[in-house]
């Protein structure tokens, strides 16, 4: 008798947790809205920053754009040393290296099989150096990710203009680079195509150069107009007040493009290809000593921080290594400068936790309702119901609150949905809410620099959006820098 009851009481347990499972299931999350990110992409977007080292012939030359002409010995930097570049990367913050392994001119800085033209013949090292190996072990050591720049435009190569010859020796350069220095997490693709030695223009082969990347550096994202990660379409480091992740790529043409598109990206664009911001911390891409006293600003660099990495972007900084091998100490001591405001920025979410109040959430379900989007985490989310484009979400400080940025965030592995929103606060005086700001996109990350503003309430309105939205940050912050 007992036994049984002790059945019953098992069984009555069982069936509640199988119904409690059962109602969980039922609530279905929003289906992904195509093109989402793949697994490369997503890797890439959560790394924010990333640093450009230009760094060749021309650091020698006192140049931006060899010719191809340089003499292999110039090319002889006194005391190199990449482990000094990598931790300097590391200390601004950045998550990845990328070096020109080959640029313009066609010096290579490893000593590929392919060239004379390279390493192999300068005084440095005896001709036994290898700065791709250098920067890619420093990166191992640092616990950086490393991606290389390898220029398709090459001014040095004889076979360039003899179209299949010189695909053929791009593809075993790009052969050497993604088998010898372990993994490669970019492939940085220039457009440029200048003219060949003969004269003749030389067509790229992107395709023979995309599946070689793609069997040989599964990890890897491509940077170009084709590949993974599109080009913003200007070298400021910013991007548009609108920036979808989204893009046509059979509609752009490498090398030209079109620039709106570039910028915007395209909200029916059926490729996932979000966009890089590219810029130097110098005015030039490479060293000039000249430039020493030209190094961004600190509020230079933060504005750049806002409109790259908070318009849904990444950014690309160039420091440029100088003729000793080194990187000059005001741009190392500006990178720290850099990393120390955005740290401090960014330290404390005004609004982590509060209490929240949606319009509606998804299916009434808690696993979609306001808390999701301050709570914190990137993979939980606030959603709304599958038709339904527009709502709002109250956070209630429980206090007046003063604050200066607002960082938003959607859930990106279900695609990029808003289209229109705006941000309001609860204004005591007035009894009313006063709106503070509006803006088009979000994507994975937005950040909004408002007047100071101290209130209790602060209310996020989705106005628009492709499909039901899919916010996962809401975030507040007071600004010191
Ligand atoms: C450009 C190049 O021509 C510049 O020299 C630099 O490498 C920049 C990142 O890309 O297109």
């Known amino acids: 008798m007992q036994k049984n009851k002790n059945l019953k009481i098992w069984s009555v347990a069982a069936a509640a947790m199988l119904m409690t499972a059962v109602s969980m299931n039922a609530v279905t999350a929003p289906a992904p809205l195509d093109p989402v990110p793949n697994a490369n992409q997503l890797v890439w977007q959560e790394r924010g920053q990333y640093m450009f080292l230009h760094f060749g012939v021309n650091t020698f030359s006192n140049r931006e754009w060899g010719d191809g002409k340089e003499d292999p010995k110039i090319f002889n930097p006194t005391n190199l040393d990449a482990r000094q570049w990598v931790k300097a990367a ?34 440095w090292k005896d001709g036994k150096g290898d700065v791709v190996r250098e920067v890619s072990d420093a990166c191992k050591e640092f616990g950086l990710d490393f991606g290389v720049y390898l220029s398709p435009w090459d001014r040095n190569s004889p076979y360039y203009g003899d179209s299949p010859k010189y695909n053929e020796y791009y593809v075993n350069q790009l052969r050497e680079l993604l088998t010898n220095y372990g993994k490669i997490s970019i492939v940085w693709w220039d457009g440029a195509c200048g003219e060949g030695p003969n004269g003749k223009r030389q067509e790229y082969d992107w395709d023979a150069y995309l599946k070689v990347v793609r069997e040989l550096a599964p990890e890897a994202v491509i940077f170009s107009d084709k590949g993974d990660v599109r080009w913003v379409g200007n070298e400021n480091g910013l991007a548009k007040e609108t920036c979808w992740s989204m893009y046509n790529r059979s509609s752009v043409e490498i090398g030209g493009g079109v620039q709106q598109q570039m910028g915007e990206g395209n909200p029916v664009g059926g490729d996932w290809a979000p ?19 030209k190094v961004k600003s600190l509020t230079h660099l933060l504005d750049i921080y806002y409109r790259s990495v908070g318009h849904n972007c990444c950014l690309h900084l160039n420091v440029p290594p100088n003729q000793q091998g080194l990187l000059a100490p005001g741009d190392v001591a500006r990178l720290k400068e850099f990393h120390e405001a955005v740290s401090e920025n960014f330290k404390t979410n005004l609004a982590l936790k509060k209490k929240g109040k949606a ?14 989007a301050l709570d914190g985490k990137r993979e939980t989310y606030w959603a709304l119901d599958d038709g339904q484009t527009s709502g709002s979400l109250v956070v209630d400080l429980r206090k007046p609150v003063t604050f200066d940025l607002i960082l938003l965030q959607e859930y990106i592995e279900l695609g990029q949905r808003v289209s ?38 602060v209310r996020l309105t989705i106005d628009d959006a492709r499909a039901c939205p899919t916010i996962s940050s809401f975030e507040l912050y007071q600004s010191s820098y």
């Not at 020109?100 to 390279?118: I, N, R, V």
């Not at 130097?280 to 020493?292: E, K, L, M, V």
């Not at 009894?431 to 209130?455: C, H, M, N, Q, S």
């Open 90 to 123: 590391k200390d601004g913050g950045f998550k990845m290296v990328v070096l020109t392994a080959k640029h313009h001119d066609g010096f290579c800085l490893w000593p590929s099989a392919y060239t004379e033209h390279s390493v192999k013949n300068s005084p």
């Open 275 to 293: 966009a890089e911001c590219d810029v130097s911390i110098r005015p030039g891409w490479f060293y000039h000593a000249d430039q020493d006293d």
């Open 420 to 457: 229109a929103y705006h941000i309001d606060f609860w204004d005591e005086t007035k009894k009313e809410w006063t709106e503070l700001a509006k803006g088009t996109t979000i994507g994975y990350k937005w950040i909004l620099r408002v007047p100071w503003t101290t209130a209790r309430k």
């Open 359 to 372: 319009s509606s959430f998804r299916e009434k379900s808690r696993k979609f309702n306001a808390a999701k």
